[in-house]
């Protein structure tokens, strides 16, 4: 089931006269009128907003910045490696991997790099989110390849990530209070073929849609897109066949043109346990657990990446599925509803 209806999208994620809101900031604004709270925007271009009744008042940034949060939690998810850290020492899984900091001789930086290469490996900045600076090689790397990578990331970061691959779909869980309320599938940015249309007029086609198009998560062409075609033997001219999907992009993250697609219903309870088990390690009340799963029927699993600030919009109103009511789950966790 597709959420791309203009009317859809618009009753859920757009409000009136505030182009600037983020719609995870609509989507609390619309259930707190919903359930007949009253709301004040005050600082629309940065999401900041102030909820309240005849007995409280909550200040509420982003969707999911608020007074419940842990004021260390932020910094410690800028760290990909502490994370994964403390992680690991609570037995949770997660990649093995190393930190290379900037300004290594490139003596250095090819002896610390040469356990990586022949194999499977993901390159990315520690500290930058929405898949920045994020190179992934699903087949062995060759060392110039996984210098080009780094020399990337190094871009974006002075500490640069190297760790190995793991197989499987990246799934966002997201945890409020103790329970994930949702579990989304994140599918890196993509066309479907038609057999007529070429990827150039499929993107700008995918880019129209209400979910891409009013939600500003389009899919941009740039050099590392046309590389990634090319990897698949496609350009910007190919026209694919009919029903066949062509990637875009090596990470799934929404921002960069990618879908979500709601399979709560779908994702066996264990795997959510252990994303409330990795939220509460931080005491985190709002947290996105990312895990990579291969195969539901395995507990098999490795966790990614914790966010402080997940996009709640992706959640109530996704790109494929029914979506959940995330605002009520937050003013439930605020405890302005029961």
Avoid at 51 to 63: C, G, L, M, R, S
Avoid at 71 to 78: K, L, Q, R, W, Y
Avoid at 115 to 127: E, I, L, M, Q
Wanted: proline letters at 4%; glycine letters at 6%.
């Amino acid at each position: 089931m597709r959420n791309n209806s203009t009317a859809g999208f618009l009753e859920k994620c757009v409000l009136d006269g505030y182009p600037a809101l983020e719609p995870s900031t609509v989507c609390v604004i619309k259930a707190a009128m919903k359930h007949n709270l009253k709301v004040e925007i005050l600082d629309e271009a940065r999401s900041f907003i102030k909820v309240y009744n005849d007995e409280q008042t909550e200040y509420i940034k982003e969707a999911t910045k608020t007074s419940k949060d842990v004021s260390t939690f932020p910094f410690v998810t800028d760290n990909k490696e502490i994370v994964k850290d403390i992680l690991r020492e609570n037995n949770i899984n997660t990649p093995n991997g190393i930190i290379i900091q900037k300004g290594h001789t490139k003596r250095d930086l090819d002896y610390l790099i040469a356990p990586f290469v022949g194999k499977s490996v993901v390159v990315k900045p520690n500290t930058t989110n929405r898949g920045v600076g994020i190179t992934v090689f699903e087949n062995p790397v060759t060392q110039k390849d996984l210098q080009a990578a780094v020399k990337n990331a190094f871009r974006h970061d002075s500490q640069v990530i190297i760790e190995e691959f793991k197989k499987g779909l990246e799934y966002r869980f997201l945890v409020i209070g103790d329970e994930c309320v949702c579990v989304i599938h994140r599918r890196a940015a993509s066309v479907v073929g038609d057999g007529k249309t070429n990827i150039n007029d499929l993107i700008t086609l995918k880019n129209q849609e209400p979910w891409h198009g009013l939600s500003g998560r389009l899919i941009v062409i740039d050099d590392s897109l046309k590389q990634i075609l090319k990897r698949q033997h496609y350009s910007l001219r190919s026209v694919p066949e009919k029903g066949k999907r062509v990637y875009l992009r090596d990470n799934s993250n929404c921002s960069t043109g990618g879908e979500s697609i709601d399979l709560t219903d779908q994702v066996p309870d264990e795997f959510k346990r252990i994303a409330v088990k990795a939220a509460k390690l931080f005491n985190a009340k709002i947290c996105g657990v990312d895990i990579l799963i291969e195969n539901f029927n395995k507990f098999d699993y490795s966790i990614v990446e914790l966010n402080d600030n997940p996009g709640i919009g992706i959640c109530e109103c996704p790109y494929e599925g029914k979506g959940r009511p995330i605002g009520d789950y937050i003013l439930r966790l605020l405890e302005f509803i029961e």
